[in-house]
C-alpha cells in the first residue's frame, strides 16, 4: 500500500525535489515561492502549511512549512523524508541569541542542536544523543555564506519545547538560559533537534539555517512582518545551498 498522501501532505512523491526548505510560517513558504521561485506550483495545502516546488537558476527546488514547535517539525520532517524520498531538509527559520557576539540579524548555521525536550526517548537510546546536522550541507552553506560576504556563525543553538514560560517561575528560565550560554549556546529556537534527530534515523541530511530575529540579552527584536518577509538573505543563502548540493548530485 502507498504511503501517500499522508495525513497531513496531500502529494506524491514526484511532486517534491530532492531538497526541501523548511520555514516555520507557511506565509513565509509563500513568499519565497512568489519571489524566488520561478514555475512554482502549490503541491501541498492541508491545514493550510503551504508546500510549492519550483525552480531557482534552473534547480528544482521545493519549500514548504514545517509549522512550529518539535512536534510539528517532527510530523512534516518524519513525512518527507520517510514517504516523500526527500534526501534534504534545510530548515530556515527564526531564532534569539543568547550570545553577546551573536547580533540581530545575523545567520547562525547550527552544526549542533541541543533540546530540552523529551523528543528522543521515542528511540530507547541507552544514552544521551547528539543531535548534529549532515556536515556536506553544514560545509556547503558556510562556503556559500563566505562567498555571499554574510555575518555568520557556526555552533550550537538549544531547541527549546516552551515558548511561555510559567510567570510563576520566570526568574529560574532566565537563569538556565544564563547557564545554557555559558556552555556556549549561541541561540535559542524551537524546531531543529527534531530535524536533526529524523534526517538521523532516516539516514537523510539536515541543516537549521536561522536569523536572529530577537536578542534574549539586550531586548532588541524584529516584528512578525520582518520575519515573514524582510529576512531575504537567509532564503538566498538556503536557496543558493540548495543550487550547489544540485550541482554537487549530477
Known sequence: MANYP?????ARPEDFASTVLMPGDPLRSEFIAKNFLSDARLVNNVRGVQGYTGF????????????MGMPSMGIYSYELFNFFGVENIIRIGSAGSISMDVKIRDIVLAM????????ANQ????????????????????????????RYHVG???????FYQDEASVPEPMRAKAQWSKMGIMALEMEAAALYMNAARAGKNALAVCT???????????TSEERQ?????????AL????????GEK
Do not use: W
Open 6 to 10: 499522508t495525513p497531513h501532505i496531500n
Open 240 to 247: 543558493k545551498t540548495a543550487e550547489k548540493l544540485a550541482d
Open 56 to 67: 531557482y537558476h534552473g534547480t528544482r527546488v521545493s519549500v514548504m512549512a514545517s509549522g
Open 112 to 119: 549542533g542542536a541541543s533540546t530540552n525536550s523529551a523528543f
Open 156 to 162: 550550537n543553538i538549544l531547541s527549546e519545547d516552551n
Open 212 to 222: 536572529i530575529s530577537d536578542h534574549i540579552l539586550t531586548g532588541e527584536s524584529t
Open 123 to 150: 528511540f530507547r537510546l541507552p544514552g544521551n544523543l547528539s543531535c548534529i546536522c549532515s556536515y556536506p550541507l553544514l560545509r556547503t552553506c558556510a562556503d556559500t555564506a563566505q562567498e555571499m560576504g554574510v
Open 229 to 237: 518577509t524582510s529576512f531575504t538573505q537567509m532564503m538566498e543563502l
